[in-house]
């Protein structure tokens, strides 16, 4: 694009990284959350404090439940256009039951799909869902959300825009353009050992702001490329679906030769069959892992052809012990109880890709290195953020100047997606503590009132940034940034009362207890008080020292 | 500092090369490359990851190339032309290995 190859990489690097930056914010915030979804779920679901559960009896408890379970309305409405008119009032052959839990999460998760008998495509199948609480067996209320991993978890990964996938596709592209800028980063800086050890705070903003940026991208650099990219491969199949268009005749025919081979029918037989005793084929996988040296516990259980001859069992032990995925699957034919299969070894490809998806997925227990994982996502969106920020310290006196609008309009944004990304998850779950038990008639359910606040005060967030940042419109620091950080620490305060003040489970009883799911969530919020609080006390004084700095050189590479 | 007067029209031409045609040329990797890893023995699924995982790293490549060559239209022409090429030649060999092993 220009004759200069590293010209071009830094063009790149800034109109890109700001474009996309502003989502990647989004994507790296939540991600850092989303390491600790279930203890979110807890907070937020104060009926669900208590520790977690193996899998409970499928005989006695679950095969009643899976009986009555239904798709709810949402699930109807997303259904209905891929069938050729209406869609039947119950759904009774069912494909799949299924059954997940994981060590952090006491309550049980119940997924069954269905045929759905006028579709348009023989393989759409229609989902109910369901929540259990495996002590007992009781559901848990539909109007629950688990705020962390129903809402902010989607939001890592799809940003919750469900229509054609359009959010995955954003935040795919958004991933690709992570590598890109990190790439791009590295052949800006030549010098990129020195600037491992350069931090300068007390130069001009603009200057620390680059210190920081390129700190906090070096030191992360190998977490932020492979972050960025395992998550592309997770959700591979649908950014490059070739699979299930181009080469679909090449992929039923490995369907076919797979089932013929391991032995597991691909169809139904259209035969009605009874099914054995699950418990007895859970007790007899769990022998075998203990007879090959890996006891342990199930993580995932499945039913297949529910009901028919063809109907088999599966049995995955919970893969916590470890960084892969879930495996070592034991096969049941569901109408005997007789074992069809045992899942070979993985493959040396299937293993690399178990590894690499599987560090982003983190299902094994290892309380280190999810705080890790939290630091380094939230050193990938302070890499972001003072990306932005330079941005605008870079330009704004300039603009000022011209007469131009731009660091104004990206500083607004900034705010919007730094401070106001926080305020709207602090006021969401101070929605989810002050809401009512159950709405009135004629509202929507408790947890879409609390999606809708989330959003509602993020707007506000922004209107709020457009508002107050016009000073940068002057060249001068907007006071937007202070103010959101006061409203941080004031809500990040206000949380952690009124889970006390609701519950009862203040801070010493989690503590004292060793209750960690929600004493961390409590002290992280704290935490959070108190940085915002001493952000908003530095940003004061920087607004109270008079203009003295003189545009400092940069280095060439800047665009 | 820019050398060159940077229109609307030639970024959007840049971006919608890198982007369009870099998901081509990459389409193009992942399609072939299932289909010859496949026919070399390896498992399906196997094929899959390692074709996807090659195909994020040449995306990256194609997507820098697209910005950083000098002429847009050879560029088009390679990443678009060679991602048809490569989907034609992945359709060839699914026909050869459907047609053989039925």
Redesign the interface.
């Known amino acids: 694009m220009f004759p200069n190859f590293r010209h071009t990489m830094a063009w790149l690097h800034t109109w890109f990284g700001l474009a996309l930056g502003l989502v990647l914010m989004v994507v790296f915030f939540f991600g850092s959350l989303s390491v600790f979804d279930r203890e979110i779920d807890r907070w937020a679901i104060p009926d669900t404090r208590y520790e977690p559960q193996p899998m409970p009896s499928f005989d006695k408890m679950l095969a009643p439940i899976f009986k009555d379970m239904q798709p709810d309305a949402a699930a109807r409405a997303m259904t209905a256009p891929l069938a050729d008119g209406p869609l039947p009032d119950r759904f009774d052959t069912a494909r799949s039951w299924g059954a997940y839990t994981t060590h952090r999460d006491p309550v049980l998760a119940l997924f069954a799909s269905y045929e759905v008998p006028n579709a348009k495509d023989h393989e759409t199948a229609i989902w109910a869902l369901r929540t259990v609480d495996p002590r007992t067996g009781d559901l848990l209320p539909v109007d629950r959300l688990k705020i962390g991993s129903e809402f902010f978890y989607p939001l890592h990964y799809s940003l919750t825009l469900d229509w054609k996938n359009v959010g995955y596709w954003i935040v795919g592209f958004s991933a690709l353009m992570m590598l890109m800028a990190l790439v791009t980063g590295v052949i800006m800086h030549r010098k990129i050992f020195r600037e491992l050890f350069t931090f300068r705070p007390n130069k001009s903003t603009q200057r620390s702001m680059l210190d920081l940026h390129n700190l906090s991208g070096v030191v992360a650099l190998p977490f932020h490329f492979f972050f960025a990219f395992t998550g592309l491969m997770i959700f591979a199949y649908i950014y490059f679906p070739v699979t299930h268009t181009q080469l679909t005749p090449l992929h039923d025919r490995h369907e076919v030769l797979e089932s013929k081979e391991t032995g597991l029918p691909h169809d139904r037989a259209g035969v009605a069959a009874p099914i054995a005793s699950v418990d007895a084929m859970v007790a007899e996988a769990q022998r075998r892992w203990a007879a090959k040296g890996m006891a342990g516990d199930v993580g995932f259980l499945n039913l297949t052809h529910v009901g028919d001859a063809n109907g088999y069992v599966s049995v995955y032990r919970a893969g916590t012990d470890r960084v892969q995925l879930a495996g070592e699957g034991i096969h049941f034919k569901a109408s005997t109880g007789e074992l069809l299969r045992e899942d070979p070894p993985p493959t040396v490809v299937a293993r690399i890709n178990e590894f690499l998806t599987g560090l982003h997925l983190q299902h094994f227990k290892h309380w280190l290195l999810r705080w890790l994982y939290v630091l380094g996502g939230l050193s990938g969106a302070a890499c972001i953020a003072t990306g932005l920020f330079f941005f605008v310290e870079k330009r704004k006196r300039q603009h000022a100047k011209q007469g131009v609008s731009g660091a104004r309009v990206v500083d607004a944004l900034a705010v919007t997606v730094v401070t106001g990304m926080l305020v709207a998850t602090l006021c969401m779950l101070i929605a989810n503590r002050l809401l009512p038990d159950a709405m009135p008639a004629g509202w929507p359910l408790r947890g879409a009132m609390e999606k809708y606040l989330f959003w509602g005060s993020w707007l506000a967030a922004g209107a709020h940034a457009w508002w107050r940042t016009a000073a940068v419109a002057e060249g001068r620091l907007a006071p937007a940034w202070r103010e959101q950080c006061l409203a941080i620490a004031v809500l990040a305060v206000a949380a952690p009362v009124l889970n006390w003040i609701t519950t009862g489970d203040h801070l010493l009883r989690t503590v004292a207890t060793g209750y960690w799911p929600v004493a961390g969530a409590d002290l992280f919020m704290l935490a959070s008080a108190a940085l915002a609080m001493l952000a908003a006390r530095k940003l004061q004084q920087r607004a109270a020292r008079p203009l003295a700095v003189k545009n400092v050189t940069l280095e060439a590479g800047h665009a | 500092?820019?050398?060159?007067t940077?229109t609307p029209r030639?970024i959007a031409s840049?971006t919608a090369v890198a982007?369009f045609g870099g998901y081509a040329f990459?389409?193009g990797v992942?399609?072939l490359g299932?289909?010859l890893m496949?026919s070399a023995g390896?498992?399906?699924?196997?094929a899959?990851?390692?074709?996807?995982?090659i195909?994020?790293l040449v995306?990256?490549v194609a997507?820098?190339v697209a910005?950083?060559a000098?002429a847009l239209r050879k560029a088009a022409l390679v990443l678009v032309g060679g991602g048809a090429l490569m989907?034609a030649a992945?359709?060839w060999v699914?026909g050869l290995?459907?047609g053989a092993?039925a």
Do not use: C, K, N, P
Request: avoid cysteine.
């Open positions: 500092m820019t050398s060159i940077l030639h840049r982007i990459t389409w992942v399609a299932i289909t496949y390896l498992e399906f699924h196997d899959e990851h390692l074709s996807y995982i195909g994020f995306f990256l997507f820098l910005f950083a000098q989907s992945a359709w699914q290995i459907i092993g």
